[in-house]
């Protein structure tokens, strides 16, 4: 499968978005039959969202959605990468809905420089509608906004390293990895569950999140295994996959943008910096304005837009976690980050 880039983001007939929809259910229909057989032979966990989680070469999966095993499958076996293509990679909860967004203003910025309040995606639109993910990509006839013919394709993932498509991993593209404190992902992923889980299953408690994530048992988790695939390779490979953090993100922002905006290949101009181009991308993204921009309508059946705006903060985790939550995690993270120097 080749994913082409569209053209000019246009907000067009409702025709084109049922026929788009109805092509997005046959596709993932016939995905999920193909591989839905495998289910048997995977390892079996509780899920968060969904009723269980599957694993998949070491990492926990979701059966039948958007985000699955399935998916990654087929991915695996159909996409093709473009050596220009930029990805973003993140573990759910890490800041994904914010680094999409600085990346698609920071890339798209002479495309939209003229555009007054409220024409620019970002200003109508979820970032995660502005720079899909290879996963949901998968499913759709004509991808998303993305770029015109003549910007890289951009695409997120939440797929570990060890587990991207073989054309990825061989086309030497530029790669962004995003990790936040493990305490602060499993708070934001505890109540993300709690906002999408099937109602009957009832609210998920802390105490039970807490216990499935210090297991490795969250979606696309372990936690410490997927941030580690994409350290590893980035300390290999510095020119081609850049590792930040989430709470450095915050501390300096705007430092992050700049230094995003060379890794990328757009570095600002000088003039730009005079005009305040990067602070006007900061203010932009950040989390108030995202935030009011989401704060109605879904973003796909069932995933409110505001789901992905919460709290956006460092350390929301000491009014979730009790003293001794936070001695294990720490405990943990101290034994699998050993030697490396991932600090939060
Ligand atoms: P996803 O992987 O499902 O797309 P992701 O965007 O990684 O989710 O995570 C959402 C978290 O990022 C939320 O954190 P919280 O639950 O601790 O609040 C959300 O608030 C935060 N977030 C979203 N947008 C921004 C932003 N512009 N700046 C900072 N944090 C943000």
């Known amino acids: 499968m080749s994913i082409s880039a569209s053209n000019v983001p246009s907000l067009s007939s409702v025709t084109k978005y049922i026929d788009e929809d109805e092509h997005e259910k046959t596709k993932m229909a016939l995905i999920f039959d193909k591989y839905n057989h495998r289910l048997a032979t995977l390892p079996k966990e509780r899920g968060w969202i969904t009723e269980n989680l599957y694993m998949y070469q070491g990492f926990w999966h979701q059966s039948k959605r958007r985000m699955s095993f399935e998916t990654v499958m087929a991915l695996q076996d159909t996409f093709n990468a473009c050596p220009t293509d930029i990805y973003l990679a993140t573990l759910p909860k890490s800041g994904t809905t914010w680094l999409k967004a600085i990346v698609f203003a920071i890339v798209n910025r002479n495309r939209y420089k003229n555009d007054s309040f409220p024409t620019h995606p970002l200003l109508i639109s979820n970032p995660h509608n502005c720079l899909p993910f290879v996963e949901t990509e998968i499913f759709r006839n004509t991808p998303t906004y993305v770029n015109d013919p003549h910007s890289p394709r951009l695409f997120a ?22 990790c936040r404190n493990p305490k602060d992902v499993l708070v934001s992923m505890f109540h993300f569950a709690n906002k999408l889980r099937d109602k009957s299953r009832g609210p998920m408690r802390f105490e039970e999140a807490f216990e499935l994530f210090s297991k490795g048992a969250m979606p696309i988790g372990p936690y410490w295994d997927h941030v580690k695939s994409y350290h590893n390779v980035s300390l290999k490979h510095p020119t081609k996959i850049l590792f930040l953090k989430y709470d450095d993100m915050k501390v300096d922002t705007v430092n992050h943008v700049k230094r995003l905006s060379t890794f990328l290949g757009y570095p600002f ?21 995202l935030r009011e921009v989401n704060k109605h309508g879904d973003l796909r059946e069932g995933i409110p837009n505001d789901a992905f705006f919460r709290e956006g903060t460092v350390g929301d985790w000491t009014n979730h976690l009790t003293s001794e939550m936070s001695e294990i995690l720490d405990q943990i993270t101290n034994e699998k980050f050993h030697g490396l120097d991932i600090l939060f």
């Open 157 to 178: 993932t939440h797929i570990p390293y060890t587990s991207l498509p073989r054309s990825i991993l061989d086309s030497g593209c530029r790669l962004v990895y995003l």
């Open 269 to 289: 101009t000088e003039a730009e910096n005079d005009d305040g181009a990067v602070q006007e991308i900061v203010r932009m993204c950040s989390f108030e304005n």
